[in-house]
C-alpha cells in the first residue's frame, strides 16, 4: 500500500523561510516522478515545482529563485526548501509521487502554509 505524507508547513512571516518534507512508502520511491503542488483558498491548484526521476527540475514563475525542490531517494523523501515567502505562498502544499511503472499518481492529504505580512 502506497502512502504519501507531506509534513513541514505552519505559520511563517513573509521574509521567512521553510521546509516542507513529503515521505512516501511503499513505492519504487527512486523511479518515481515528483512535484510539489499547492492550492490556495479559492483558486485553482497549480503546480509549484517538478522533479522527474532522470530529469531536471522545473518551477513555476512565481517561485523561481526562492523554492528548491530536493529529493532524498535513501529516505523515499522529497523537499521544498521555501525562501523568502510571500503571502502569496500562502496554500496547502501537496506532493504526488508518481509511479513510473503503474502510471498512477499517489497524493497525501498536503501541509498547509501560512505566511503572515
Known amino acids: 500500500q502506497v502512502q504519501v505524507v507531506e509534513s513541514g508547513g505552519g505559520l511563517v512571516q513573509a521574509g521567512g523561510s521553510l521546509r516542507l518534507s513529503c515521505a512516501a512508502s511503499g513505492i519504487m520511491f527512486s523511479i518515481s516522478n515528483l512535484g510539489w503542488y499547492r492550492q490556495a483558498p479559492g483558486k485553482q491548484r497549480e503546480l509549484v515545482a517538478r522533479?522527474?526521476?532522470?530529469?531536471?527540475?522545473n518551477y513555476a514563475d512565481s517561485v523561481k529563485g526562492r523554492f528548491t525542490i530536493s529529493r532524498d531517494n535513501v529516505r523515499k523523501t522529497v523537499y521544498l526548501q521555501m525562501n523568502n515567502v510571500k503571502p502569496a505562498d500562502t496554500a496547502v502544499y501537496s506532493c504526488?509521487?508518481?509511479?513510473?511503472?503503474?502510471?498512477?499518481?499517489?497524493w497525501g492529504p498536503g501541509t498547509q502554509v501560512t505566511v503572515s505580512s
Open positions: 522533479l522527474p526521476s532522470g530529469g531536471m527540475t
Open positions: 504526488p509521487v508518481h509511479s513510473t511503472i503503474s502510471g498512477r499518481a499517489y
